[in-house]
């Protein structure tokens, strides 16, 4: 490793270069200490079975023992955030890329474990255009998650509806033309799952409301038979496949839109695109999204390892990545909208 002296010398481009060859080597190495991680295809067809059996075995739990659905909602959103780093990898083309049916099986089952998603076949696209203008107003990933969005009741909502964060950014949209295409186009990109899930959660607050009114009100409402049945099996979708998403992508949303930068990053200095967002009392949130705010940044410096190699040379790569000038738990960019430097400061004055 460079001394500290030497590395001050380094510009931009020679720092992304030193953390990208210290994780590369991390990986190579862990690879040759275990063998068995150079099955890769295998890994990632084990992680989701286990995903996909966690879920299912969580949600038989609920349905036929009794299991509280405070606890089955955080168990699923836990193994339901395995299918996220699945997708996120698979979007990368890191499992079965030369067997194309089994990719998109994978795909498609990642899909349907977290239906609040963008369809993936798209979100491969807008990906694809993050990494390649991340922290611009072109990256439109991270904006659909409220990057750069100052705080308060809109942005909180934002994390936790995917409806409403798509009305209230094209409202936004001083051009008509542009704002019809808007109104057609993102809400497609959500079919079918993400149709289902939010408008059976919609259904889900509509009733919780209704029956809230009703109740304050010194009345109740009367549902016939058949209702209660429809209602019975609402509320066991709703914790067994709805609520557990909703808490998964807030979680998941929160830190990610805080641990990347927006509005002011130099383009193509990967250091100012993220920083590492660990702190203690993130780890509730970080539960929900595999420790995303601790590794991504990490992806950002080296996109093809897969996120159980990342969280395991972690240490490694954090050590590098503070060395070189990626920011640790940079509290005051929530203040800041998530600009890298002062909000008046422009780009190009930056160092």
């Known amino acids: 490793m460079a001394a500290a002296s030497e590395i ?14 210290v994780v590369t080597a991390a990986g190579v ?26 879920m299912a075995g969580s949600a038989y739990a609920h349905l036929h023992w009794g299991w509280s659905a405070w606890l089955v909602i955080p168990l699923i959103a836990f193994f339901a955030s395995l299918t996220h780093e699945l997708e996120h990898d698979l979007i990368h083309w ?43 107003a072109q990256d439109r990933e991270e904006r659909g998650i409220t990057n750069g969005e100052r705080w308060g009741v809109a942005r909180f909502l934002m994390l936790a509806d995917a409806g409403f ?8 949209v001083d051009d008509g033309k542009v704002r ?12 079918p799952l993400g149709w289902i899930h939010w408008g059976l959660w919609y259904l889900f607050l509509i009733v919780q409301v209704v029956s809230a009114g009703a109740m304050l009100s010194g009345t109740s409402i009367e549902w016939s038979a058949t209702q209660q049945s429809l209602l019975s099996v609402l509320n066991a979708v709703v914790v067994v496949w709805i609520a557990p998403n909703v808490l998964r992508s807030f979680c998941l949303h929160f830190v990610s839109s805080n641990m990347h930068y927006h509005g002011d990053v130099v383009p193509g200095d990967v250091i100012q695109q993220t920083q590492v967002l660990n702190p203690w009392w993130l780890w ?16 950002h410096f080296v996109v093809k390892e897969p996120f159980y190699i990342r969280q395991w040379t972690a240490p490694i790569a954090h050590r590098v990545m503070r060395q070189m ?16 430097g002062d909000v008046d400061q422009p780009a190009e004055s930056r160092s």
Request: charged share 20%; net charge positive; glycine share 6%.
């Open 8 to 21: 001050e010398l380094l510009d931009p481009t020679e720092r992304n270069a030193e953390i990208k060859r």
């Open 29 to 54: 190495a862990l690879r040759e200490r275990h063998p068995w991680l150079r099955h890769q295809n295998a890994i990632g067809m084990a992680v989701l079975i286990v995903a996909l059996g966690g």
């Open 94 to 136: 890191m499992y079965f890329k030369r067997r194309p049916w089994a990719h998109h099986l994978m795909l498609a089952l990642c899909w349907l474990a977290r239906p609040s998603t963008i369809n993936p076949w798209v979100r491969r696209g807008l990906h694809f255009e993050h990494h390649k203008v991340s922290g611009s």
């Open 165 to 172: 964060s798509v009305w209230w950014r094209i409202r936004r």
């Open 180 to 191: 019809r295409k808007l109104w057609l186009r993102a809400p497609a990109i959500y079919f």
């Open 284 to 299: 509730p949130l970080q539960l929900f999204c595999f420790n995303f705010g601790s590794t991504h940044a990490i992806h």
């Open 325 to 340: 000038g990626v920011r640790f738990n940079d509290y005051g960019s929530f203040a800041r909208a998530n600009r890298w």
